[in-house]
């Protein structure tokens, strides 16, 4: 699941003029007020961390100040449905390989590394309570604390932002919709109006976006899309949406699903059902969890719809128990 939010994301920062609205939108005022006018220039920015696994900085970008200096902006998408307590870790590693990068063989270069702001992206289910700086992760003193540098990132928590406000510019506001309500339960119809209505003829990004709420929303169905493109969008139903959904469908994710890719549709399912039971009655119960794993395939849509309306959790499977009785 988090490869979709992934490639939603990267496609949205694709375009150089879309990831520059993107930082000026979240870049701390007095900071965005000093970047020039060009769009800001994609770096490489593939790494190896130290454990050897392969982490992939989602967008690293060099712009340039208006007093003629440079800055690089590293954005990363933070996925999980609850912060990562290692973030702060994590992101001073990913700037320490990124100035490594820099610096290469020419160790002189180690006097001029340039100035590195991370952008933590963040949609996740709960509010978001990591300290945004490995100083506040120290057990020191104050007198300690004061000997020490600070390292801080930007939380950039697009969940309690107002839709209108997700940014200044109509498709980048489109593409954030999607990540912002994927782990709440959205009327479907009044998301994809929302989002079509913002998204730009032809665009490349629009398709992606199409793509992801097709794989990451079981509610919303191929025809849903399209009456709703029409609704919005009138006599251009066959352009963005029907590629998203050729492309979709083609993958095997069509209703009734196609050899092995049941299993992650199952398991999508499965995920929108926890999704919806934490969202209205917190954490799920063990017992819950334990039936939801024993339900069936064609038995999901009907536990995903009961869980958005049951009374408890374990009215979800209140027919159950009630043919048990009888």
């Given at each position: 699941m988090g490869q979709q939010h992934d490639l939603l994301f990267r496609a949205l920062l694709d375009d150089p003029v879309r990831a520059g609205i993107l930082i000026r939108d979240y870049l701390p005022a007095d900071i965005a007020a000093r970047l020039g006018d060009e769009p800001p220039v994609p770096l490489d920015g593939s790494f190896v961390d130290r454990t050897l696994t392969p982490s992939w900085v989602d967008r690293l970008f060099s712009v340039r100040l208006r007093d003629g200096g440079t800055l690089l902006i590293y954005v990363l998408l933070e996925h999980k449905s609850?912060?990562?307590?290692?973030?702060?870790?994590?992101?001073?590693?990913?700037?320490?390989?990124?100035?490594?990068?820099?610096?290469?063989?020419?160790?002189?270069?180690?006097?001029?590394?340039?100035?590195?702001?991370?952008?933590?992206?963040?949609?996740?289910?709960?509010?978001?309570?990591?300290?945004?700086?490995?100083?506040?992760?120290?057990?020191?003193?104050?007198?300690?604390?004061?000997?020490?540098?600070?390292?801080?990132?930007v939380v950039c928590n697009i969940v309690p932002i107002p839709d209108?406000?997700?940014?200044?510019?109509?498709?980048?506001?489109?593409?954030?919709?999607?990540?912002?309500?994927?782990?709440?339960?959205?009327?479907?119809?009044?998301?994809l109006?929302?989002?079509?209505?913002?998204?730009?003829?032809?665009?490349?990004?629009?398709?992606?976006?199409?793509?992801?709420?097709?794989?990451?929303?079981?509610?919303?169905?191929?025809?849903?899309m399209r009456t709703v493109n029409g609704r919005v969008r009138p006599n251009?139903?066959?352009?963005?949406?029907?590629?998203?959904?050729?492309?979709?469908?083609?993958?095997?994710?069509?209703?009734?699903?196609?050899?092995?890719?049941?299993?992650?549709?199952?398991?999508?399912?499965?995920?929108?059902?926890?999704?919806?039971?934490?969202?209205?009655?917190g954490l799920v119960p063990p017992e819950v969890e334990a039936r939801l794993l024993q339900a069936s395939p064609d038995r999901l849509d009907t536990l995903l719809r009961r869980s958005l309306t049951a009374a408890s959790p374990e009215d979800v499977f209140a027919d159950e128990e009630r043919r048990q009785d009888s």
């Open positions: 609850h912060p990562d307590p290692r973030t702060p870790l994590q992101v001073l590693g990913y700037l320490v390989d990124i100035w490594e990068s820099f610096v290469g063989d020419d160790a002189s270069r180690m006097r001029r590394l340039p100035p590195v702001i991370p952008l933590v992206f963040y949609h996740g289910r709960g509010p978001w309570t990591v300290p945004t700086s490995v100083i506040d992760l120290i057990g020191a003193d104050e007198g300690l604390r004061d000997l020490l540098r600070d390292f801080r990132y209108d406000q997700l940014s200044s510019d109509p498709e980048v506001r489109a593409a954030l919709l999607p990540l912002k309500y994927v782990y709440r339960q959205p009327d479907p119809e009044m998301l109006e929302a989002v079509l209505s913002g998204l730009r003829d032809g665009s490349p990004l629009a398709q992606k976006v199409l793509y992801y709420m097709l794989e990451m929303y079981p509610r919303i169905s191929v025809d849903m251009r139903e066959k352009d963005m949406v029907s590629l998203a959904a050729q492309q979709w469908l083609d993958e095997g994710r069509a209703e009734g699903w196609v050899g092995g890719k049941a299993e992650g549709r199952a398991e999508g399912k499965l995920e929108s059902i926890r999704l919806a039971l934490e969202t209205r009655f």
